[in-house]
């Protein structure tokens, strides 16, 4: 270094000295000699070969592409060198890297996304630090605001998310706009992700094909359940696909719930009626697979459901299909004892309910039309004698010549006024346009 800015090594020429830099791995001189001959691309590399200064690197390359002093081709030399060692750059530090693409390079993500093919984990972190980012600041690639995250590459980030983190992708796309559904949709049906399925289905208003597919994923459920319900099976394995099967049965009175209230009764009463159907069905099958230990788990899932049913389904309807069920019609009374005791305690709680809601209505209702009443026929005493606007007297309006001042207002603190005053008060311009109308009121207290 001090050698060549002494200039001992000026007659053996830039392009020698280069070469010989390189080869040693003096870096620091080759940072100066790229940098003199606008060899910009060679720069970055030679940021990245360097341990020690690597880190300098983010800084340049904001310089670069952003500063208006260099010219295009530069930058785009940059940028070329940008996409051919992006692993790195990424491996690095991901949020810079993410926060340059956006600023300078946001039209080359697919090539980006190219070069770590390889890496689906890669791609997922480097895609999500983009989406993070533009959700910071949704201003920065469109220049302006809005979202600047574009269809194209979010449909990207949901089949990377399907792909490493499919438990995220029910939470993403309900909390989150601007993909497109019908993809989406496609892409969760390919990775077989049941729950945002019915979401996007359910969301388009096709409700039939999603509790189709909620059914199915039930369906499966059960079988695992009853596979696991077998006395050899272990505690561990029947507990796990206990708790999976609930889950989608709570996924399943949650969808029916929501979606029937933009039903008629008719359509809601067969809805419910096939999840019951196909529960009673199911808990035929456990008490022919399973020992006494494990019977009462599908019929305690049972009744949470008849509860959920309980106001979106004449009770009478489920009552008569259950004791007609071949699962219910033989056995011990006290197996069907507790399920129409969850039913009818339900159905009391529901009855207590609208009872108490009307009761506290009618009472309501009641008191403001008792106080209405009483304030209605209750005798108002005139305080004053004199009119507070006009300063004439009240006594003489009724055989006053002045037809006008012959009615007279009285409010119920006991003010009165001639009611043309009030008339002219109410027709005087109001300082404010906010200010209520003055006549409804009492001049002098602001009385209603």
């Given at each position: ?13 830039d ?12 870096f620091r001189?080759?940072?100066i000699l790229?940098?003199k ?8 590399n030679?940021y ?11 800084g340049?390359?904001q310089r ?12 785009q ?11 790195d ?17 946001w039209?080359d ?21 983009l ?12 220049g302006?605001e809005?979202?600047a ?9 949901i089949?990377?998310m ?6 995220t992708?029910?939470d993403?796309?309900r ?6 559904a ?14 945002p ?26 079988c695992?359940?009853l596979?696991?319900q077998r ?6 394995e029947y507990?796990?696909?206990l708790h999976a099967?609930?889950?989608t ?9 929501r979606v029937?209230m ?7 009463e ?8 196909f ?13 006494d ?5 599908l019929r305690?899932?049972c ?8 106001g979106h ?7 008569k299909l259950?004791?007609?069920d071949?699962?219910?019609r033989?056995g011990?009374?006290?197996e ?5 005791l969850?039913?009818?305690d ?23 039309i008792?106080?209405?009443k ?9 305080s004053n ?15 006053s010549?002045?037809k006008?001042?012959t009615?007279?207002?009285?409010f ?14 109410q027709?005087t311009p ?6 209520p ?7 002098e207290?602001?009385?209603?």
């Amino acid at each position: 270094m001090e050698l060549y800015h002494s200039g001992v090594l000026k007659h053996i020429g830039d392009k020698l000295v280069m070469k010989l830099a390189e080869t040693a791995k003096f870096f620091r001189l080759c940072e100066i000699l790229y940098e003199k001959h606008n060899m910009y691309d060679k720069l970055l590399n030679c940021y990245l070969d360097d341990s020690l200064r690597k880190g300098y690197i983010f800084g340049f390359l904001q310089r670069v592409l952003i500063s208006p002093l260099y010219e295009e081709a530069d930058r785009q030399l940059v940028r070329d060198a940008f996409i051919v060692r992006f692993a790195d750059l990424l491996a690095l530090d991901r949020a810079k890297t993410a926060q340059l693409t956006v600023s300078s390079l946001w039209n080359d993500v697919p090539r980006l996304l190219k070069v770590i093919s390889s890496d689906i984990m890669g791609q997922y972190l480097f895609v999500k630090a983009l989406f993070d980012f533009v959700l910071r600041t949704p201003s920065t690639a469109t220049g302006s605001e809005g979202t600047a995250f574009p269809m194209e590459y979010h449909d990207i980030f949901i089949e990377l998310m399907c792909q490493v983190r499919p438990d995220t992708v029910y939470d993403h796309i309900r909390s989150n706009d601007g993909f497109d559904a019908d993809r989406a949709l496609e892409v969760c049906r390919k990775y077989g992700l049941v729950k945002p399925m019915a979401y996007l289905l359910e969301k388009r208003g096709d409700a039939d094909q999603a509790l189709d597919i909620l059914m199915e994923e039930f369906n499966r459920m059960v079988c695992h359940y009853l596979v696991s319900q077998r006395d050899e099976a272990s505690t561990e394995e029947y507990e796990k696909t206990l708790h999976a099967t609930t889950d989608t049965a709570r996924l399943v009175m949650d969808f029916c719930q929501r979606v029937g209230m933009k039903m008629d009764q008719p359509s809601r009463e067969k809805m419910w009626l096939r999840v019951l159907e196909f529960m009673l069905s199911a808990i035929k099958s456990t008490d022919a697979t399973c020992g006494d230990s494990r019977k009462s788990d599908l019929r305690i899932l049972c009744v949470d459901l008849l509860k959920c049913m309980t106001g979106h389904v004449d009770l009478l309807v489920f009552l008569k299909l259950i004791l007609e069920d071949p699962a219910y019609r033989h056995g011990k009374f006290g197996e069907l004892r507790d399920l129409l005791l969850g039913i009818v305690d339900a159905y009391s709680y529901e009855t207590i309910l609208l009872s108490s809601t009307r009761n506290l209505l009618y009472r309501d209702i009641h008191n403001q039309i008792d106080r209405k009443k009483k304030s209605a026929s209750k005798a108002i005493s005139v305080s004053n004698d004199t009119c507070k606007i006009c300063d004439m007297s009240l006594r003489i309006a009724s055989y006053s010549d002045d037809k006008e001042k012959t009615h007279l207002a009285v409010f119920r603190c006991g003010h009165a006024f001639h009611t043309v005053c009030l008339k002219n008060l109410q027709s005087t311009p109001s300082k404010s346009e906010k200010e209520p109308p003055r006549a409804f009121r009492c001049p002098e207290c602001k009385h209603p």
